[in-house]
Nanobody, 121 residues
C-alpha cells in the first residue's frame, strides 16, 4: 500500500505564491514519474507538471515560467513552487506518483487526496 499526502494549499491573492508538497510513503521500491495535476470546478483534471526520477521535467504551457517542480528521490517527495498566481489557477491540486511497490512486478499510479488552491482578491 502506498499513500501520497499533499500539503501547502490555501487562499492567496493574485500575484502571490504557494509551495505545494507531496510525500509518498508505504511499500515503495522506487518511484518513477511524479507530478501534479489540477481540477477546477466543472472541468477535467489536467496536467500541471511532471518530473522523472532522472529529473526531466514537463509542464503545461499555461504554467511555464511561473510554476517549478522539483523532487527529492531519497525522501520520496515532490514539490510544486507556484508563483505569479492567477485566478484561473484556482483548482484542487493532486499529487501523482508512478510507483514500483515491493510486491508488484509493474508500476502502479497513485493519487493524493488533493489540496485546494484558491486565487482571489
Amino acid at each position: 500500500q502506498v499513500q501520497l499526502v499533499e500539503s501547502g494549499g490555501g487562499l492567496v491573492q493574485p500575484g502571490g505564491s504557494l509551495r505545494l508538497s507531496c510525500a509518498a510513503s508505504g511499500s515503495i521500491r522506487s518511484i518513477y514519474t511524479m507530478g501534479w495535476y489540477r481540477q477546477a470546478p466543472g472541468k477535467q483534471r489536467e496536467l500541471v507538471a511532471t518530473i522523472t526520477s532522472g529529473f526531466s521535467t514537463n509542464s503545461a504551457d499555461s504554467v511555464k515560467g511561473r510554476f517549478t517542480i522539483s523532487r527529492d528521490n531519497g525522501k520520496n517527495t515532490v514539490v510544486l513552487q507556484v508563483n505569479s498566481l492567477k485566478p484561473e489557477d484556482t483548482a484542487v491540486y493532486f499529487c501523482y506518483a508512478d510507483v514500483l511497490t515491493l510486491a508488484a512486478m509493474r508500476t502502479i499510479g497513485y493519487w493524493g487526496q488533493g489540496t485546494q488552491v484558491t486565487v482571489s482578491s
